[in-house]
């Protein structure tokens, strides 16, 4: 009897396979183009010595903590605006990422001279410079990406990614290869921002503003009067995503600094060189989850939101569980072959399969985390953020006493007790505040 019906586009199975089809898009990008990173760093590791991988992670972590502010500032708020707000917000949001952009050029270029006195490493500064003249690129093709997300197209955004990333690993082996030591790291970083923007912008353009999609015919749009429509409404909610980002970037990294703070630039470079080797295609998956969950969430569906979230962290989970585990019971055998015996004796495999292991449970801070930004929790998520980036500092600072091997195993017992903690927290909150709403119903007699 179902034969020849329709099915609305917001069910519940199409709500799983709209969210499946956009993370088998974007991670299978990842994944793909992690393989072909995996032969690059390969090349690399054979290259360049632990003292060059602690540079390049000064670098590449300066930018990655000053461009996560800028990422989604105008973006966050886009995906969630409806047609018109939208339209309309273009112009604002365009001024917003240019000053932001700007803004995180000098901070980078400016932070290059004090970081290479401190670290007694004068051969950072031109590479800093250079990685951040990239950040003048992206407001050409932010509003794009932000078009595309709107509309679920995480093919595009998918292939975007992997073709950055082929490019990236393809150029980083030959200028490896022609002995250009560290910038060949930062030139590639540089040149794969061009795909990235070709790709967002190629027959995608923005729609224009007509007064006839919000007003009556000869009435004046008073556009700049609507909230949604101001340069501070899309700054209040873009910076609040900003903050918690942030907050998670400074998370996710405050390990590097920590460990050159602590131990030096040499042991930054082993521990740089194990978390990307172990955690490379994990963490690429995650955020992958990450980017299809947030827009996923922000969609229309007949399933609630408590419900999609939790489907889609089991959907996370069954994916990641296996790679992790497979990854780690293998490590002793295939990092040796493939990067060679000095990080074995350098102390790399130990930290490896500790960071390995700690990917097992990140999955679930990516979760709650875009789930409480979906549903307008920034203050929560900010305060979360805060909270797991301070106990990681304080479990990090402790355990540098038994050296790297001690802060790999301090980083890991940190995200193995707050992570689950944290979701199983927030699960309990959205059960209570779903009995409330019903109890409230009933009452009312609705």
């Known amino acids: 009897m179902f034969k020849g019906m329709k099915w609305p586009a917001n069910v519940q199975t199409s709500s799983h396979k709209i969210l499946g089809k956009s993370l088998f898009w974007l991670g299978s990008a990842q994944v793909i183009g992690r393989f072909v990173r995996l032969i690059s760093s390969i090349i690399i590791a054979r290259l360049l010595t632990p003292e060059n991988f602690g540079e390049i992670a000064i670098i590449l972590t300066s930018f990655e903590l000053i461009s996560t502010p800028i990422r989604r500032l105008t973006t966050a708020p886009l995906v969630k605006m409806s047609e018109s707000d939208f339209i309309q917000s273009l112009s604002h949001a365009n001024k917003i990422n240019w000053v932001a952009s700007v803004i995180a050029f000098a901070i980078m270029s400016f932070l290059s001279f004090p970081l290479a006195y401190y670290y007694q490493e004068s051969a950072i500064i031109f590479p800093m410079i250079l990685m951040a003249s990239s950040y003048l690129l992206l407001p050409f093709g932010m509003r794009h990406v932000a078009l595309n997300l709107r509309q679920n197209r995480m093919r595009i955004v998918g292939r975007a990614i992997l073709w950055q990333t082929i490019a990236d690993g393809v150029l980083t082996a030959t200028l490896a290869l022609a002995g250009l030591g560290i910038w060949a790291i930062i030139i590639p970083k540089v040149l794969i921002t061009f795909i990235w923007l070709g790709i967002h912008r190629y027959q995608n353009p923005l729609p224009l503003y007509t007064s006839s999609q919000t007003q009556p015919l000869g009435i004046k749009p008073q556009a700049e009067k609507h909230p949604a429509y101001t340069l501070k409404s899309i700054l209040t909610f873009g910076v609040s995503v900003s903050l918690s980002d942030i907050t998670l970037a400074l998370r996710q990294n405050i390990d590097y600094l920590l460990v050159g703070y602590f131990l030096g630039v040499e042991a930054l470079g082993i521990y740089f060189f194990a978390f990307n080797a172990s955690l ?5 998956l995650i955020q992958s989850y990450g980017t299809a969950l947030y827009s996923h969430l922000c969609q229309p569906s007949q399933e609630s939101l408590e419900q999609k979230f939790r489907h889609s962290l089991k959907f996370i989970m069954l994916l990641t569980l296996p790679i992790i585990t497979l990854q780690t019971a293998l490590s002793p055998w295939y990092l040796p072959l493939l990067y060679g015996e000095k990080w074995i004796t ?44 301070v106990l990681l500092i304080l479990s990090i600072s402790v355990s540098s006493i038994w050296g790297l091997q001690g802060i790999a195993l301090g980083s890991l017992l940190c995200y193995a007790l707050t992570m689950p903690s944290f979701t199983a927290f927030l699960i309990f909150q959205s059960k209570k505040h779903q009995a409330t709403k019903i109890n409230q119903e009933i009452s009312n007699g609705t």
């Open 280 to 284: 490379g295609i994990s963490l690429g």
């Open 346 to 389: 350098a102390g790399a495999l130990p930290i490896f399969v500790l960071l390995c292991l700690s990917g097992l449970v990140r999955p679930l801070g990516e979760a709650a985390s875009q789930y409480l930004l979906s549903t307008n929790q920034i203050k929560l998520n900010l305060q979360a953020n805060i909270t797991l980036t």
